[in-house]
């Protein structure tokens, strides 16, 4: 699946931004999980390189970097919780197991029908709030207790039977 | 590195309470370990660009708010450094536990305990007890990173230098580091394995046991090898090398450093090309056509397999060397005799050392006084780093010492075609497989069927080997002294790292039994360095180089003076 001249207009118009080419990488792995299924794949990792002028490694290694880019599938709701420090006090790691429990699928995979993946992501900097979980890039869920969890996954699937948008922004129907 | 060329101002530094004085711009752990200061390292490297990620050589300088890392710090005139300071220590402590706290410890299974530095920098910087009782991060272990290169993720300490030689030197970029925290791993591109020319130097740089040579995975432990510096006979680019040997057989070829030649690289060719020394092609009984093939004679040891059961002598049936050099010197004279001077022709492949070049030489000209001597040099592919297209160490060597045709004398072709012809009734060949690599065997084939004579001097069998009148085997680089020039006249050591098969004498030694038997006179037995002294007279640009001062790095042509 190669990249869209449309995405590829939307990451060039970013060079003027930056210094350098390279530094657009991180903006341009944005843009083409929004519009590429929510993951990089290896298919467009040669071409994300060629248009930045640098090697498809240096895609490979930022993407593997960061937890907010994907060198695998994610769900169309992909549940990230945090499990640095404060989460984990306040029992992230609950909210995980329960998450494995309530869609049957362990931590980093994707349910059968390609609804729903979890994720384990660093300090997403709530601690304030803590434990956190963020599904895709929309607002955060805060407070969140491992009772929570089914709720949570009602409202996704709502939303998704009532053809709720893989929207970035959105409401993930949070307290 | 340090760019050392133009004036650099000096600056006075004081390491350890001594003073020391260094160029403006040198990084304070350069300058300290010039002068003999040892401060613990991992992942600097003086080919390699700066990292400043693994700490261990973090130092205290006076008037500094808090330790630095002396690899990335520069010199600075009246800087005060103390390498030793209670703090130092400790800091030193915190990075070792730090290392050591994922790093599975299997010492007696790896390959790199011996030359260590997790195991030496332990020893003597470390603490000596573990507080940890999590379990450590399990990793891929035996992970064929690429053809030549085992991958062991459990013992990377992820210094980066694997990483910056494949971008700063093989400029290949195979590897980098992929993940983040302690998820951090080396890795490759899903589908570009770890394969370039110059793979396995990623071994030679990394400082534990995470990457390794596979061609001496759980070969050997690395303190039962004797360790010869020598150089790498596979090009004419003579980079500066290792043989380790056991049992008097080669295990491993590493680089060793010379900034003139190789800094402290070599090709995984080169590193790999030592087989041919101890395998089944090795030719280990002189031949003499018609005559019955030595029996094998074992190589001696506590049982003697000289006498037999009864204590007799077993006496072999076959030619020996000198029986062999006879053979060959009565087959030259006959021909002299018979035809004349020009029925004889000589092709040397260029792998002998000078010494023995200079003897040859002086044996064409002055003993059998045929003009038709020709170099056969094998070519091949080359590079712009250390790979260079003759494939034989000592072409340049062989040349500056005048191997050549002499006044109408034929070359390479010309030989073979008067061979051929019938005009060349013997032809005397040191080195057959560069013949064959240099003329094709299609040339080489119609020379050999119309000679009457083909001597042959060679280490391995090759296509020529059954065609041999006169068969005298010699010794490989690995089993001699002397020196080699590389293609750039850098006149350099090698030293012998094995002995040779029983029975069998340098190729000097041979030249110099085969000068005695034409001239029907003793001469003096071939030593290799009263025949350099031979040698720095013989080539204007030599004169003045001594055998002494060649030391491990060599001397460039003309430095003589």
Known sequence: MPLSEELKARITAEFPKYPERRAVLLTALHFVQEECGGWVSPDVVPEIAELLGILPIDVEEVVSFYPMYHSDPVGRFHVQVCTNISCCIRGARGVVRRLEENLDVLSGEVTGDGLFSIGEVECLGSCGTAPVVMVNNERFVENVSADDVPALVERLRARAAAGGTNGSNGQAGGR | MT???GFKKPVKVVIDGREIVAEAGEMLLQVALDNGVEIPHYCYHPKLSIDGSCRMCQVKIEKAPKLAISCNTPVADGMVVDTKAGEVVEARKAVMELLLLNHPLDCPICDQAGECYLQDYSFGHGRSEARTTSPRRKGVKRYPIGPRVVFDQERCILCRRCVRFTHEISKTDELRVFGAGDRSRIATSQDRPLDNPYSINVADV??????????????????????????????????????????????RLVPRRNDEVNDTWMCDHGRLNYAFVQDD???????????????????????????????????????????AIAAAAASLRAAVATYGENSVAVVLTPTLTNEETLLLARLVREE??????????????????????????????????GVGPGDGGKDLAGILAACASGEIKVLWVVGSDGLVAAAGLDAVEPAVANLEALLLQDTNRSALTDRATVLVPGCTWAEKDGSMTNHAGRVQRIRPALRPPAGLVADGEVFARLASALRGEATAPFEPRTAFAEVAKAVPSYVGLEWARLGSRGLAAGQGA
């Open chain 2, 3 to 5: 760019e050392r060329s």
């Open chain 2, 206 to 251: 990394c400082p534990v046991g995470a990457l390794l040579s596979a061609d001496f995975h759980h070969k050997r432990r690395v303190w039962f090898l004797e360790e010869t510096e020598t150089v790498c006979p596979t090009c004419s680019n003579g980079c500066n090398v290792k043989i380790g040997a056991f049992r008097n057989r080669i295990e």
């Open chain 2, 281 to 323: 092609t090795r030719l280990r009984e002189p031949a003499i056509a018609g005559r019955e093939p030595r029996e094998p004679v074992p190589v001696a040891g506590p049982i003697d397999y000289t006498r037999d059961s009864d204590g007799r002598e077993v006496r072999a049936a076959g030619p020996s060397v000198d029986e």
């Open chain 2, 368 to 401: 059998l006084k045929t003009p038709h001597f020709a170099l056969a040099v094998p070519l091949g592919l080359s590079d712009d780093f250390l790979i260079k297209p003759e494939k034989v160490a000592n072409a340049r060597g062989a040349r500056d010492l």
